[in-house]
């Protein structure tokens, strides 16, 4: 358990935590010290006790692993300049996260993500920037639902379903800012689910143009092919 926050008077160069649960109830996780160039690890099933601000951004930034799931009724925002954040499980699958934020990173891996009115945004950047998806984006947890964005190249590793249609509150909006491929259209048939209610979804790059979707269905108030 930490209990407080970690670096943040003074930044770690690495950390690497193991064990079957960890609880993060400290605000900010500082580890942007040093050459960089290291891999913050996460290996057990992460509980959020508050909300939580991790930092690996530094003069060269480091990456960032999930190795377990991630849950906790609170926010996760990530800062990792254009080091890589992976998230190799579930996120908020048992208890929906407030929401979820990568401000910045070079290439982003994302399993299944469920959070609450606080949403998911997600923005990459640097000369090959990605945002690889392996599971569907939920964020009706809540009262209200939140607002999907993913600004980057997105590819499917699986068949995604995102959702903000919420049953009795607000809907959210989703914005693919950038383009959106299937990983290999020869040997997988992806497909792509945008149910948005009420919301506006809007795709601000080319879709299918690399790797062909095999199907793709959106429902919404207001539908942007840009």
Known sequence: TFGGSIGATQALADLDV?????????????????????TVTFDGAVNLGTGVSIDVDGISDN???FNGTVNGAQTLSITAGLGDVTFSSAVGGTTA???LTIVSAD???LNSVRTRSGGISITTGGAD???TLHGNLDTTAGTNAGNVSLTGPVTLAANVSVLTDHATGTDGHVTFTGTVNADNA???DRTLTVTAGTGTVTFGGSIGATQALADLDVTASTINLN
């Open 18 to 38: 193991t064990a079957s649960t960890i609880n993060l109830n400290g605000a900010s996780i500082v580890v942007d010290d040093g050459p960089g160039g290291n």
């Open 129 to 131: 920037p990605s945002i």
């Open 186 to 188: 020869a040997t997988q």
């Open 63 to 65: 990456n960032l692993i």
């Open 107 to 109: 290439d982003v891996s």
């Open 97 to 99: 996260l407030q929401g």
